[in-house]
């Protein structure tokens, strides 16, 4: 069961990025979540044309799902979320206003 979806808003606690939030671009294989202009790095690519320079690429690399925090769609605050049962399916909630997210 993944806390962290595809199109979440979160909220990052470490690294140079912390504190800031984000849109979840892409969650991987291995459940690490690609968060939209967070945890950024700088990559030169090679110019396409001799004489000319680089273009400079701006690429997010993938962050650990335990530092962040889903920031609740109701109460628009970082929360931790639970599991619970609903009609017989495992449902989101925010622990902060009890929210299904
Ligand atoms: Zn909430």
Redesign the pocket.
């Known amino acids: 069961m993944l806390r962290i979806k595809k199109g979440d808003q979160v909220k990052l606690l470490a690294g140079k990025d912390s504190g800031k939030t984000g849109n979840v671009l892409n969650v991987l294989a291995s459940g690490k979540i690609v968060v939209e202009g967070l945890n950024v790095v700088n990559k030169r690519m090679k110019p396409k044309q001799q004489g000319k320079t680089g273009e400079v690429v701006k690429i997010p690399q993938a962050v650990n799902p335990s530092n962040v925090l889903l920031v ?6 970082p ?1 931790r979320v639970g599991f619970r049962d609903l009609d017989s399916k495992k449902v989101r909630y ?1 622990k ?4 299904t ?1």
Not at 96 to 99: P, T
Request: charged residues 40%; positive net charge.
């Open positions: 609740c769609k109701n109460c628009k605050k929360a925010c902060k206003c009890e929210a997210n």
